[in-house]
């Protein structure tokens, strides 16, 4: 089966830089995800990694090291509207399995 | 509309009740997706389809069932709702499987059982 680990909460000051981390124990391994969801809405796709290393787009990040089964969510300059939970998530066994989603991390942004 | 809807939005129902969760999505997308989302228990798997006529067990499914006759369409159906079956349900769909394929969530369906 499969297993993954997160913080359930997180809280950082507006305008400074967050680390979500994930750990991950998968029978097979084939890429990790990040999804944001805000209270009431639904989840959206943030990013995923594949291959080990670090993929930017604009103030996110997500980083891999599939040798650690790790990964982490960067967010910087943090804005009052990042506050949402983060959910990582696997696909494991065979690449058109589905999803597996971690039970979250919910990120309070105070000023 | 183009995206990915789900009615009811809202929906209270009686234990023992059959209810039925719509899920409609424009893209023609091959896969969709059921989940359930609970405190404390992130996002489950209830159902999945890779294509019309093609359905598949998550991680939750005892209790719901699924149907997949038309691409666009994926409804879950509860056929004797229990209060543990109170909950936020989303459907998804992407292109296609795996990691490379973002999930397009739906709004969700707000469940309650009584």
């Known amino acids: 089966g499969q297993s993954l680990e997160q913080p359930s909460e997180v809280t950082a000051v507006e305008g400074a830089i967050v680390q979500i981390n994930c750990t991950y124990q998968t029978s097979g391994f084939y890429g990790l995800s990040w999804y944001q969801q805000h209270d009431g809405g639904a989840p959206t796709f943030l990013s995923y990694n594949a291959l080990d290393g670090l993929e930017e787009t604009g103030r996110f990040s997500s980083f891999l090291s599939r040798s650690d089964s790790y990964g982490y969510l960067l967010l910087q300059e943090l804005q009052m509207k990042d506050s949402a939970s983060y959910f990582c998530?696997?696909?494991?066994?065979?690449?058109?399995?589905?999803?597996?989603f971690g039970k979250g991390t919910r990120l309070s942004v105070i000023a | 509309d183009a995206g990915i809807t789900q009615s009811p939005r809202y929906k209270i129902t009686e234990t023992g009740r059959q209810v039925t969760l719509m899920c409609h999505q424009t893209?023609?997308?091959?896969?969709m997706f059921w989940y359930r989302q609970d405190l404390g228990h992130g996002l489950r798997l209830i159902y999945y389809?890779?294509?019309?006529?093609?359905?598949d067990k998550g991680e939750v499914p005892d209790g719901y069932v699924v149907s997949r006759s038309k691409t666009e369409n994926f409804p879950l159906t509860l056929e004797s709702a229990t209060r543990s079956q109170t909950s936020v349900y989303f459907c998804?769909?992407?292109?296609?499987?795996?990691?490379?394929?973002?999930?397009?969530f739906g709004p969700g369906t707000r469940l309650t059982v009584l």
């Open positions: 998530a696997v696909i494991a066994n065979s690449g058109n399995t589905p999803l597996v």
């Open positions: 893209w023609s997308h091959s896969y």
């Open positions: 998804a769909s992407s292109e296609g499987g795996g990691i490379y394929n973002e999930q397009f």
């Open positions: 389809s890779a294509a019309a006529d093609i359905t």
